[in-house]
């Protein structure tokens, strides 16, 4: 089963700032790996898929990167809405897994 | 628009079953895999089961397989999860969810509630 660990396990920032989140893979999913936004008392949100591509509808400001073990999940600069749960998850084989979450809170 | 709503869930003691319920609405049901995920209080996400479109295929966490069952009626647009022998560490928020190509979940249900409680 792959891991997923997700850093750092909380992030304080102010709106306007930037985060920049990390997911590091136990071992090389590739491309395979998707970041979800989940809110209190919400379901889970996709984001970006394939590492770097957005989900619809998702705004510019939300960008993934990496490939193999390393991922990065940037917001370019924080809205009051994107203070929530971020979520790293891969598809490289079975079980799919998900990260433990980022908690990105003001 | 794509509409996912779950039911099923409820207040159980362990080793009791239950089915939940997924009806799907707003996309061609058949054509999609759809899949489970948990989430236990105040705790992350876990993938518990995909089902692809046809229902021929299906895949499971090692924590639920043997014990719960993935199924679909897709001429109900319904999706199922036969859950069986409940533990308390199956307490959790059953989302179920659409699954785009390339098995990431791009729609999801708000959720149906399951307690194991003696």
């Known amino acids: 089963e792959i891991v997923l660990a997700q850093s750092p396990a909380t992030l304080s920032l102010s709106p306007g700032e930037r985060a920049t989140l990390s997911c590091r893979a136990s071992q090389s999913v590739g491309s395979y790996l998707a970041w979800y936004q989940q809110k209190p008392g919400q379901a889970p949100r996709l984001l970006i898929y394939d590492a770097s591509n957005r989900a619809t509808g998702i705004p510019t400001r939300f960008s993934g990167s990496g490939s193999g073990t390393d991922f990065t999940l940037t917001i370019s600069s924080l809205e009051p809405e994107d203070f929530a749960v971020y979520y790293c998850?891969?598809?490289?084989?079975?079980?799919?897994?998900f990260g433990g979450g980022t908690t990105v809170e003001i | 628009e794509v509409q996912l709503l779950e039911s099923g869930g409820g207040l159980l003691q362990p080793g009791e079953s239950l089915r939940l319920s997924c009806a799907a609405s707003?996309?061609?049901?058949?054509?999609?895999?759809m899949t489970w995920v948990r989430q236990a209080p105040g705790k992350g996400l876990e993938w518990v089961s995909t089902?692809?479109?046809?229902?021929?295929?299906?895949y499971y966490a090692d924590s639920v397989r043997g014990r719960f069952t993935i199924s679909r009626d897709n001429s109900k647009n319904t999706l199922y999860l036969q859950v069986n022998r409940l533990r308390a560490e199956d307490t959790a928020v059953y989302y179920c969810?659409?699954?785009?190509?390339?098995?990431?979940?791009?729609?999801w249900g708000q959720g149906t509630l399951v307690t194991v409680s003696s």
């Open positions: 089902i692809i479109g046809s229902g021929a295929g299906t």
């Open positions: 707003g996309f061609t049901f058949s054509s999609y895999a």
């Open positions: 969810a659409k699954v785009l190509i390339g098995w990431w979940f791009d729609y």
């Open positions: 998850q891969h598809r490289a084989n079975w079980p799919l897994t």
